[in-house]
């Protein structure tokens, strides 16, 4: 994969658009850290966090978390080569690492594993689970967030015309498939909303190329209630 994700202004405006989808990300994070799994441990450990986000793209939830949890250190996976070099620079921490691919990532370096909006792209699912499992610290937890593309008719449309403009494969993962390969692999798996009390999109209108227009206020506001948190804990 070479160039930009969608193109210059199209990734600054997913940049823009997904900070509030990060906070709540973070904030689901920060609640979780504060509650205790069925043994009575902490869900997440306590202490500063090796943390890795799978399609950072440019690094922008990575430098919330570095600002806003304790961070041990930041790695990344991005498969476009400008995204890792503006996330490095964006990062540069001593202990921060970007790596082309998820079969790069040493095995157990990761606490908090991250990724948003980034499975509609794996085609893999099973495997991806398993690379989940190898690279989480038994204590760690994987907060995987991802709209439900299965079920909303906005993306159904948008797929195709993201594919014929950008050239995107996407492929559909339904969240009860989601969970139940989790579950297979060996998960405690758990479901949250990203967006605890629904709001509508701040995108009302069609971004560049047309592409990505609401046909009514009911799926402008399903947009962001079937935006889904899958968190995977690899032992509890
Ligand atoms: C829709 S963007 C989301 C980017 C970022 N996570 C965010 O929240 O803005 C998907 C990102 O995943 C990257 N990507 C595509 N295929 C990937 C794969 N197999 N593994 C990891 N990242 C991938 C893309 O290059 C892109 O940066």
Sequence with gaps: MNGYFFDQAGDQR??????????????????????????????LPDKAWDILDIGCHTGGLL?????MTR?????GVEPLQYGRVKAQSL?????SNFFETIQEVPDQ?????????TLYLVNDLYNWTKELKRILRPDGGAFISLGSHSENTAWLRWRNQLKNLYGHISYVHRPIEILGIGTGAGFDMELHRLHPEPHTSMRFSSPENGWGEFLSAQEALGFQKQK?????????
Excluded: C
Excluded at 18 to 37: G, P
Excluded at 71 to 75: P, T, Y
Excluded at 91 to 95: D, G, I, M, V, Y
């Design 14 to 43: 997913m940049e823009k658009q997904n900070i509030e989808n990060w906070l709540a990300l973070i904030r689901l994070i920060q609640k979780e850290a504060h509650t205790k799994d069925p043994q009575g441990k902490p869900s």
């Design 63 to 67: 430098n919330l978390l570095n600002l």
């Design 71 to 75: 961070v041990a250190s930041i790695s």
């Design 91 to 95: 990062l540069h921490k001593s202990k």
């Design 109 to 117: 370096s990761a606490h908090l594993l991250v990724s948003h909006e």
């Design 228 to 236: 889904y948190v899958f968190v995977f804990y690899p032992k509890r």
